[in-house]
């Protein structure tokens, strides 16, 4: 099975991932508010457009089944995860709504986000986009399982949350991505399959560049409009 595959593929990413400084950041409490900042600020830029994506994919299916679980899933990224968000605000000290009133689509997010909207407005079959975007659940769900198991969290560590959050909330989202995948490569060709691969490694690897981005706090270069 595809996903069986994919899974193995995303290992590599989930393992360099954990070892990167934000994840160790977020376990040993030492990571900069800056890159927190700068993190939330990207991320909530991310997630809404991960929403809209979800929309474009609604009006590509005929599965009634699969309506429901995208708009679900829309739900859930516009409203449900902010509870992962406010945990790290709170260790920043200051208020989430007033943390993402700045910030933009920083190069590294830019890239992972278009990636996803090629395939949406390129390729008729959902499964496409779908391959770019189960990373998104599935990574964040490993490594706070990786997380859980390997350290003990204290009552009082700031952001045991943000770990309970994502080993426990998004097990079924990833799942039923994974089983829409496995459907649609049942009838592609070897191309078509080695595209849905493709994908999902790029955004495996996009995952772990956009983690980085919050620790190097990545920006576009300034330009002089005036010259
Ligand atoms: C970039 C990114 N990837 C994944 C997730 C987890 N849904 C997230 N919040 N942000």
Partial sequence: MLSTQLKQDAEQFIDEIYGDDFIQGLINEDISHASLIHYLQADALYLEEFANIYAML?????????MEYLLEEMRFILGGEVEAHEILARAVGRPYAEIIEDGEWYPSADHYIKHMYYNAYAKENIAFTLSAMAPCPYIYQKLAEK???QNVFQENHQYRGWFEFYSGNIDETADVMFKAIDKEA???NDYEIGLLRKNFRESAEHERRFFNMAMTREHWAEVDMNV
């Avoid at 609604?58 to 699969?66: A, G």
């Fill in 147 to 149: 997380a859980m198991a």
């Fill in 186 to 188: 049942g009838k592609m």
């Fill in 58 to 66: 609604i009006s590509k299916t005929t599965s009634k089944e699969m």
